[in-house]
């Protein structure tokens, strides 16, 4: 039994994620009050149905979210439809039913469900988004938009955790980045999303390798019949203070595939976002072709397709191939930001291009009304590329020709790249081999790296110095077992398999530092001062997790466990001289085996009354650090990987309350405590020194979040929150070490750098639906939401004193957007006129971290007349010029013109 236990673990990984959801209720006689065996419950022109036990109870599991009506039958009785009835992701929703004896045939009633503001199965921090309610948020494009919005959230910071903790799983399936972390490597336009469920805490058992947060999006499906939708929205109609050159289109296109008898359906959406932003370095931009047009490339570009095949072979079986496409392209600094130290040279910055695709094949078998299985085969592929003009780190050095000798003399410098220079192929200089070198280009003087600054801070000379291209393979295999195995438990298990091939290279001060004949891998071993290598590492992710959801009467309760597995792959297991070479660059003793690691999760809900319930839980949540910080190399110097890190842990308790003040209106009370610790830190050892990654941080966030929501009614409907949370910390990242430098260490811990303790969001929509005209003058079929994002101010390090760690505070930020728009009839269809006003108040909200850019004596962004601290000589004018940095303020006002249609 043991060995078959590991053998399934062996052939496991990550986690399966949730896409379905379930109905449940009691139906009794209208006038006796006593339960109704065997009445038919169904989902009219669907699969669905169930019939009462000898209880009047029923339930119906694995609903895809969305709307739905619902109708109770049973001879003798008058029948009753529910319509608009929410089904919702890992939830249970409640429609009880009460028939009247009828002894004659008569019409049966129809009404209208509402979803309860309190559901009395939750146990968790979970919000969800539908895609009504998703229109409802002004200029929200993509999924992560949305989830910066939500209490707890600073930028993609979850209740304290780093940027990485948080996964993103799209149709149950995750597109984490295996090298850079838990990131959302496919961001989804919000036009190809049906529900988005956002847990901040508490998740169950099925959800691994995410310490933070999990963010579960389920894709559209094409209905029985065929229906489109088209939005256009850009800024270049707006007064050109409020316009960052930007245009924004979306498609959505789904309904039965045509000429096949059989049912079978599709969905096709994109989208395309082209915008200068605020920060427009104006670099010369690519240019391109398409369907025989010329354009230019801007600042930042992107699309996004999504098609999902769905074929219903028969009320048991189910089959879904999804197939999604994400293209990003940048242009500017590192990784396609700005630098406004290249303000005088933007076409000496890198561009920057990334490719996501990932493929799902699923196929789901109804065993019974109680049960079914679901098989899943995906595949993640990730690629991104940064380069200057698509040159190589040998095309950027300097050689001169000497006719007297005639030979090729090699100068040590760094060229500044002619866009017109001649590059030679494949020559020797001095024995040297050399793959290409560049001609007729200028030397740099005194450029140690590569560029050469003025003596204001801008630099004069050079080009910035990186290259790097790292790609990645995802295979997964996924089995998930659901049975209501008795009314009272729903029981989930499942079993997973991940199989990965990473690649990464990247390359800086290639132009002023070249060993020649060193012995490093990957490619151009001779260039570089810092170079990050792992070519093809194959490491196996597995897990395997039960999970029981108990549904007794007042009391839910989940309760669950998984086992996880990991190892790094034989590219390190069977490589001895990789392991001969680690010990002898580290100076530590090689020990690497496999990791196990067990994670209990526990949720409980008690409903004290229809309008009120409280929840607990408790969970220790676990994940694999990013795999760049186990598979650099240890050939090239300053940093290492180290393939034995252990995962990091989280530890964490929760309670929530929530009350039913109104028909209408209800309140939420969470309040979480985190333990963190084994964060990935860097330790010095070695000689000659070298910077090694370990598990020695740790970390604490403690927080409250109260929401006051109202539901529609009387043309309004709106929520606020606020969260109060601290988050405490002996580092903020895996490089903080380094930079601290080599002798100081902290003695406690400090605020982490995106510990923001207080934060407002409000959102309030007025609506008039068709034929509701307000205060009897306004027309009908428009509606005004407005948005207001509130945080006080991040910390920073006064003076500079690292001893001061984070100990001050920059100034709060608040914004206002604003969305309006009218709805006209246009034949069968809809036509939709909107704007987005961004920043209505044109604030100037502090953005930036970097201690360059904010005054380090007063925590605020640069002003004139401000002095130096220690000398107290005021600035000059032209050193305010460097100081006075854009990117240190968020956008400014943006107006958005859009158009959407509708059939």
């Given at each position: ?11 496991s ?7 379905t ?24 022109d ?68 509402e979803r ?60 984490r980045?295996?090298?850079h ?22 998740f ?137 130290d ?15 695709t ?22 993640l592929f990730?690629?991104?590329h ?61 450029a ?30 996924k089995?998930?077992f ?40 990957g490619?151009?071993p ?6 990050w ?22 009391l839910?309760?989940?309760i ?48 004290i ?22 598979f ?11 393939p ?32 963190m ?32 929501k ?13 969260t ?19 002798e ?40 005004l ?47 939709r ?62 107006i ?8």
């Open positions: 039994m043991k060995k078959a236990i590991l053998f399934l673990i062996l052939l990984t990550g986690v399966y994620a949730g896409v959801g379930k109905l449940a209720g009691k139906i009794v006689d209208t006038e006796t009050g006593q339960p109704l065996p065997s009445v038919n419950i169904f989902i009219p669907t699969r669905f149905g169930a019939a009462t036990d000898e209880y009047g109870e029923y339930y119906i599991i694995q609903l895809p979210p969305g709307e739905y009506t619902l109708r109770a039958e049973m001879m003798g009785y008058r029948s009753v439809t529910v319509k608009k009835v929410e089904v919702r992701i890992d939830r249970t929703t409640i429609i009880n039913f009460e028939l009247k004896p009828t002894v004659i045939e008569v019409p049966g009633i129809t009404v209208t469900a309860p503001l309190i559901e009395h199965d939750v146990t968790a921090s979970v919000r969800y988004a539908s895609r009504k309610e998703i229109e409802r948020t002004p200029n929200v494009e993509r999924s992560t938009e949305l989830v910066r919005l939500q209490p707890g959230v600073t930028g993609s910071h979850v209740r304290g955790g780093r940027t990485s903790e948080t996964v993103y799983y799209i149709d149950g399936i995750a597109v980045h295996p090298i972390g838990a990131t959302a490597a496919l961001d989804l336009d919000v036009m190809s999303i049906e529900e988005m469920e956002m847990l901040t805490g508490g169950n058992a099925e959800y691994g390798e995410a310490q933070s947060g999990v963010v579960n999006i389920v894709t559209r499906e094409g209905s029985k019949r065929l229906s489109s939708e088209v939005l256009y929205k850009t800024d270049n109609l707006s007064p050109k203070e409020c316009s960052f050159n930007t245009d924004y289109a979306a498609f959505a296109f789904g309904g039965p595939i045509p000429f096949l008898p059989v049912d079978a359906r599709f969905f096709f959406s994109g989208s395309g976002s082209f915008t200068d932003t605020y920060l427009n370095n104006h670099r010369t931009r690519d240019e391109r072709e398409f369907l025989g047009m010329s354009y230019h490339d801007r600042q930042s570009n992107s699309t996004n397709f999504n098609l999902k095949l769905t074929y219903n072979i028969s009320p048991n079986y189910k089959l879904n191939l999804g197939y999604r496409r994400g293209y990003q392209c940048y242009s500017g600094y590192e990784g396609g930001g700005f630098n406004w290249w303000k005088n040279l933007p076409d000496s910055t890198n561009n920057t291009e990334k490719i996501t990932q493929a799902v094949l699923s196929f789901t078998h109804s065993l019974s009304e109680n049960s079914f299985y679901s098989i899943h085969l995906g595949h990730t690629h991104s940064d380069d200057l003009w698509g040159r190589t780190p040998p095309e950027f050095w300097h050689w001169e020709y000497y006719w007297e000798d005639t030979l090729w003399e090699y100068e040590w410098g760094y060229a500044r790249l002619l866009q017109d220079s001649t590059v030679i192929d494949s020559f020797a200089i001095d024995s040297i081999a050399v793959d290409s070198a560049v001609v007729d280009s200028e030397y740099v003087e005194n140690s790296w590569g560029w050469h600054h003025d003596a204001y801070g801008f630099v004069d000379e050079g080009v910035y110095q990186y290259w790097s291209d790292d790609s990645s393979w995802v295979w997964t295999t089995f998930n659901t049975s209501q195995i008795h009314p009272r438990h729903l029981i989930k298990f499942g079993f997973n398999v991940d199989y990965e091939d990473v690649s990464y290279v990247n390359i800086q001060y290639y132009g002023s530092f070249r060993s020649p004949g060193a012995e490093r891998p490619p151009w001779d260039y570089g001062l810092y170079r290598v792992f070519e093809h590492g194959h490491p196996w992710l597995g897990a395997i997790y039960l999970q029981d959801k108990m549904e007794l009467p007042g839910v309760v989940n669950g466990a998984r086992l996880d597995y990991f190892t790094p792959g034989e590219a390190i297991l069977g490589d001895t001289l990789y392991q001969q070479q680690w010990e002898k660059a580290t100076g530590l003793e090689w020990e690497l085996e496999p990791t196990q690691f067990f994670s209990p999760r526990l949720g409980i809900s008690h409903p009354s229809e309008r009120t319930s409280i929840y607990f839980n408790y969970g220790r949540f676990q994940q694999i650090p990013q795999l760049q910080y186990l650099r190399d240890p050939w090239t110097g300053t940093w290492c990987g180290n034995s890190l252990k995962p990091q842990k989280t530890i964490q308790y929760e309670f929530g309350l929530s009350h039913q003040f109104a028909p209408d209106l209800a309140a939420y009370i969470k309040l979480f405590n985190k333990d610790y084994d964060y990935v830190g860097l330790m010095n050892v070695g000689m000659p020194p070298i910077w090694v990654w370990v598990n020695r941080g740790y970390g604490r966030a403690r927080g409250i979040e109260l929401e006051l109202k539901r529609y009614s009387h043309h309004t409907s709106g929520s606020i929150s606020y109060y949370q601290n988050g405490m910390g002996y580092s903020s990242w895996e490089f903080m070490e380094y930079y601290r430098g080599w100081w260490e902290p003695v406690r811990g400090s605020r982490l750098d995106w510990d923001r303790n207080h934060k407002i969001v409000a959102a309030l929509s007025i609506e008039a639906s068709k034929g509701e005209y307000l205060f009897g003058r306004l027309p009908d079929r428009w509606r939401d407005i948005l207001w994002d509130f945080g006080s101010g991040l910390p920073y390090t006064p003076k500079d004193d690292p001893t001061l760690q984070n100990q001050g505070t920059r100034p709060f930020t608040s914004t206002v957007d604003v969305h309006l728009q009218k709805e006209f009839s246009v034949g069968k269809g809809e036509l006129l909107f704007a987005d006003i961004l920043n209505l108040w044109n604030n100037k909200n502090v953005k930036t971290s970097d201690k360059n850019w904010l005054n380090p004596w007063t925590g605020e962004p640069y002003k004139y007349g401000d002095a130096d601290g220690g000398s107290h000589k005021i600035y000059t004018w032209r050193e305010m010029q460097y100081k006075k940095n854009p990117s240190t303020f968020s956008a400014p006002r943006q958005k013109l859009g158009v959407k249609l509708g059939f």
